[in-house]
């Protein structure tokens, strides 16, 4: 799957392929062919994934290039990388769909849907048809002239020369060596047509090796898998060039005073630290920067200032955190230029000092309900997720993490959540919950959504064929199932009743509903229902029914 940083995606699909080739060298049986259809999908969504993110790479490319006179060549080189690939691409793709068309026997409407549609191929385990379209009878001699395997190889290395030329140097375009040559290597990794291997004493080449008496599944995959490499390669290509532009510039241009803080959140008794920097300047970059007072019109201070340390560039500032509420500070930056001038660069930041205080909200209301999950958002005003320490007090787990918790409460009638913050000198209590603890609240029966006294045909009842059960009005989504219920029906002054051991009518009950006659009254009642807190089955009300 070539060369550049690959998402872990990729990186599985190019590991199945290598392990199927080697499984398909053993013979091994012709079901591995469908995890083949697997690997050709999934390389088909990556050579989309790739075209997408060129086109949207030379889209910042252009609106560099119309606010930068010199990206313009750099763009015109990235623009005729895209275009090479998509025709090699465009040529695979035809490839594909003659292989398909000769060994499927199909016309050319059809091969245009099963080169991607893979699994709709019938002779997908034929070895004969692909090598004599690409190859030819003698793999000692391939066949050459117009979509065959050696015309496939002369253009990849035409195109892997075209890329390596387009990463020279010239006119209004310089890249730096140790920019550029990684992506050469790359690039000439990705398309490299010389490999061969020798196997029981004789010599495979490049195109033996990926055409020759290979499953049809097998030689659209590995298709599919040079146009990933090649589209890698201009991604590489585009990349490095887009990266080329002002590589030489070692200029700073612009200059802006930044306030980083370590946190804008403090708590009373906590220390708030900041870095005070000034942009685009170097470590070496003389600084002199005072805290006090800014007049921002004039960009000095309002007296003589107190001046901070600076760090390679950094100027550190660190005070307690006394009171409560919003605290402003700021400054200013003074820059010895190298002609010996000096500038002020003001800056003003603010923080809030508050006391700890933490917020815990359970995602659906107020309550936990007994035996099932009940999910919880826990957060802490100027702490990070990961840095949060809840535990439960009650009948009771806590588990999750990240700021995101599910709770499980088997009884009891009230519960707390308590939440610790951890800090670099230590935990500190940020608050606690309580929440009521109650069970799940009883279901309703249904027949056809409906409830209670119902009017209905005896064609609509017959047609629902069972009792479902729900909760009405409730916040959580959890799933009921109806284990048993009892019907009773008179027919022509014959009672019957009738019994289910699961939510759907019997045959019986379904044979007494088609020969009632309208007014019949049919009642459904003794509805038992399993819920997922794992309590008894729950007595659900009945419903009457009267056949219209």
Same mark, same amino acid.
């Given at each position: ?26 013979? %091994? ?8 259809? %697997? !690997? ?34 750099? #763009? ?11 025709? =090699?691409?465009?040529? @695979?793709?035809?490839?594909? /769909? $003659? ?52 015309? =496939? +190889? ?8 075209? &890329?390596?030329?387009? $990463? ?6 310089? =890249? ?100 005070? #920097? ?35 560039? $950094? ?10 509420? &919003?605290? /402003?500070?700021?400054?200013?930056? !003074? ?19 508050? +006391? ?41 787990? $806590? ?55 119902? @009017? ?32 009773? !029906? ?49 007595? &659900? ?8």
């Amino acid at each position: 799957m070539g060369g550049g940083k690959l998402p872990p995606r990729q990186k599985m699909i190019g590991m199945m392929y290598l392990v199927l080739t080697a499984l398909l060298a053993m013979n %091994v049986s012709k079901d591995i062919l469908n995890a083949f259809i %697997v !690997i050709n999908e999934g390389l088909h969504q990556t050579n989309t994934n790739f075209e997408d993110k060129n086109n949207n790479t030379l889209k910042i490319f252009e609106a560099v290039a119309a606010k930068d006179p010199k990206a313009g060549p750099y #763009l015109e080189r990235a623009k005729k990388a895209q275009k090479l690939a998509h025709e =090699l691409s465009i040529y @695979i793709d035809n490839l594909k /769909k $003659l292989v398909i068309k000769e060994t499927e026997k199909c016309d050319d409407k059809a091969a245009d849907t099963l080169y991607v549609k893979m699994r709709s191929i019938g002779s997908k385990d034929n070895y004969d048809e692909p090598t004599r379209v690409l190859i030819g009878p003698e793999p000692a001699t391939p066949i050459t002239g117009p979509n065959t395997a050696n015309e =496939l +190889k002369s253009k990849i290395d035409g195109l892997k020369n075209e &890329l390596v030329k387009l $990463l020279d140097n010239g006119p209004g375009v310089v =890249l730096l060596d140790r920019d550029k040559k990684p992506v050469v290597e790359s690039v000439k990794k990705l398309l490299n047509t010389e490999i061969s291997v020798v196997e029981n004493g004789v010599k495979e080449d490049w195109i033996n090796l990926n055409f020759y008496h290979l499953p049809l599944a097998a030689v659209i995959t590995n298709l599919s898998k040079l146009q990933t490499d090649v589209n890698n390669a201009e991604a590489d290509v585009i990349k490095a060039l887009y990266s080329g532009v002002g590589s030489n510039d070692v200029k700073f241009d612009s200059f802006k005073a930044q306030v980083i803080a370590k946190s804008s959140y403090v708590f009373a008794g906590e220390e708030y630290e900041a870095d005070v #920097l000034l942009s685009a300047s170097s470590s070496s970059q003389k600084l002199t920067i005072l805290t006090g007072a800014v007049d921002t019109s004039k960009r000095t201070l309002n007296g003589e200032g107190k001046p901070l340390e600076v760090v390679a560039g $950094l100027g550190k500032y660190k005070v307690g955190a006394s009171g409560e509420g &919003l605290q /402003k500070w700021g400054g200013i930056i !003074i820059l010895e230029k190298p002609d010996g001038t000096k500038e002020n660069f003001p800056f003003t930041a603010e923080y809030m000092v508050a +006391k700890p205080a933490a917020a815990v909200s359970a995602d659906k209301m107020n309550v936990f309900y007994i035996g099932v999950d009940n999910p919880v958002t826990i957060s802490a005003a100027g702490v990070s997720p990961e840095n949060l320490q809840p535990s439960l007090s009650g009948q009771g787990s $806590l588990s999750g993490s990240k700021g995101k918790y599910n709770v499980k409460v088997n009884g009891g009638t009230e519960c707390t959540i308590n939440v610790n913050a951890k800090f670099a000198n230590g935990n500190k209590n940020m608050g606690s919950s309580k929440f009521r603890v109650k069970r799940l609240p009883d279901p309703y029966a249904f027949v056809m959504g409906k409830r209670g006294d119902v @009017i209905m045909s005896k064609g609509e009842l017959g047609a629902a064929g069972a009792v479902i059960a729900k909760f009405e009005n409730f916040d959580f989504d959890l799933p009921v199932v109806v284990s048993s219920f009892n019907m009773s !029906i008179s027919v022509k002054g014959i009672l019957s009743e009738m019994q289910s051991s699961s939510k759907s009518f019997t045959p019986e009950m379904l044979a007494k509903i088609a020969s009632a006659p309208p007014g019949t009254k049919v009642y459904i009642e003794n509805i038992k229902a399993k819920l997922p807190d794992g309590g008894p089955a729950r007595s &659900l009300p009945g419903i009457n029914i009267k056949l219209k």
